[in-house]
């Protein structure tokens, strides 16, 4: 199956520094690329979805000028947390559609926790 | 929009014993049905999906799921969990011809399987 590659894993930074969290689709073309945040023990909420060459699509409520996403090729959209808080602490998903797979199925990355002190 | 509920946040059974996790979905259009497993620290995969067809939908790890439009369900079962099934299972929707494949997720259900 289609596999996509999240990095870092985990990442511990200090507060008002920028994180950048990668996310490549190894084997396939991902023309859409979707950006999840999850809390403790809640669902994954959508943050925005990444088209290739084209501004990210923000959803409702999510600082887009905080959260930099950039989707300059096929297999690799990146999230950049800019001026990190505490807050900002979560575990952030990518996932990444197939284009062979006509849009019914989106592939998800390992996650990245990042914690912000 | 969609939404799903996932009417258990928790669902603790013994090993061999079936299971069902439910799920009931609210869409004013028609939608693609899908069940998520996700362990620990780790993304999200794949169990089964409903696009069209038949309404018992076999996934892999011995799961299925039937959708059932009158009752707008999706209900997730096993005949005899695992250990290994420890997890937190998503149920998600997204409407059929979107462009974007935007998924809503429910608020997810965490099955505990016992020895």
């Known amino acids: 199956g289609a596999v996509v590659s999240q990095h870092p894993s985990r990442v511990i930074c200090k507060s008002g520094t920028s994180v950048k969290i990668e996310c490549r689709s190894l084997?396939?073309?991902?023309?859409?690329m979707f950006w999840y945040r999850q809390f403790p023990k809640q669902s994954l909420m959508l943050m925005a979805t990444?088209?290739?060459?084209?501004?990210?699509?923000?959803e409702q409520g999510v600082e887009k000028d905080k959260f930099l996403i950039n989707h300059a090729s096929l297999t690799l959209s990146t999230l950049t947390v800019t001026s990190a808080h505490p807050e900002d602490s979560s575990f952030y998903i990518c996932?990444?559609?197939?284009?062979?797979?006509?849009?019914?199925?989106?592939?998800f990355g390992q996650g990245t926790r990042l914690t912000v002190v | 929009a969609q939404s799903v509920t996932q009417l258990d946040s928790q669902v603790p059974v013994f090993e061999e014993a079936p299971v069902e996790l439910r799920c009931n979905y609210s869409?004013?259009?028609?939608?693609?049905l899908f069940w998520y497993v996700q362990y620990p620290n780790q993304g999200l995969q794949l169990l089964l999906k409903?696009?069209?067809?038949?309404?018992l939908v076999k996934g892999i790890n011995g799961f299925e799921a039937e959708f059932n439009k009158s009752q707008t369900s999706f209900h997730l079962r096993k005949p005899s969990v695992h250990i290994s099934d420890t997890a937190e299972y998503f149920c998600?929707?997204?409407?059929?011809?979107?462009?974007?494949?935007?998924?809503?997720f429910g608020k997810g259900t965490l099955l505990t399987v016992n020895p």
């Open positions: 998600a929707v997204t409407k059929t011809g979107g462009s974007n494949y935007k998924l809503t």
């Open positions: 409903y696009l069209s067809g038949s309404t």
């Open positions: 996932s990444a559609r197939d284009l062979r797979t006509l849009n019914t199925e989106a592939f």
């Open positions: 084997d396939f073309q991902a023309t859409t």
């Open positions: 869409s004013s259009v028609s939608v693609y």
């Open positions: 990444s088209n290739e060459g084209s501004k990210a699509t923000y």
